[in-house]
């Protein structure tokens, strides 16, 4: 039985991924998880940054780019909807962080919003992720860091990479969309 790190490994290595921008990073606690970001990238610091300051609402008169909407720059996948509200809260500096799960808005509402909101960060669940790119609301088109959040462990000891539901959605899309990317260098992949 593989460990679910080997299981990433072995997923990213079979589309030659391995050593294309994965990177491996420990830490449980999601506060971490920008300070990861920022030390493993430097350069991702600026990219991260709103167009307006943290916590201000942008403008009403100006329309956001067409581009920017439902095309987030960095995807932090989590393990549960829980885990990803937690997520959320530590990443408060870099509002608009779009919330890319199941529990807080049905499908159709949540299609709308993403196609509709701009934001740099977007956190969610593998099988959420899914339905909206199949939807077409969110491309992938400007992620250059996807974060799988895969040292967090429930309280049955399991991590992202573990849990038998979300470990298929999770090989979608890494086989599908992450390891093209990959393989193009337009996309990283972060273990935390």
Avoid: W
Avoid at 109 to 114: C, D, F, H, K, T
């Amino acid at each position: 039985m593989l460990s679910g790190v080997s299981l990433a490994l072995c997923l990213m290595s079979h589309q030659r991924c391995v050593g294309v921008g994965v990177t491996f990073v420990v830490g449980r606690d999601p506060v971490q998880l920008l300070d990861a970001i920022t030390t493993t990238f430097p350069g991702e610091a600026s990219m991260l940054s709103c167009t307006s300051k943290p916590g201000k609402k942008p403008r009403k008169n100006k329309p956001p780019p067409a581009d920017t909407l439902g095309a987030p720059r960095v995807l932090v996948l989590c393990m549960s909807a829980i885990r990803a509200v937690d997520v959320i809260r530590s990443l408060h500096a870099l509002n608009p962080v779009g919330k890319l799960f199941g529990k807080h808005k049905q499908l159709g509402s949540q299609i709308e919003y993403v196609k509709s909101t701009p934001f740099n960060v977007a956190v969610g669940t593998p099988a959420r992720v899914l339905k909206l790119l199949s939807e077409r609301a969110l491309r992938l088109d400007r992620v250059q860091l996807c974060v799988l959040d895969a040292t967090y462990v429930d309280a049955k000891q399991r991590t992202l990479l573990e849990q038998p539901e979300t470990l298929q959605s999770l090989r979608t899309f890494l086989t599908e969309h992450a390891a093209p990317r990959c393989r193009a260098h337009s996309m990283r992949v972060l273990l935390h």
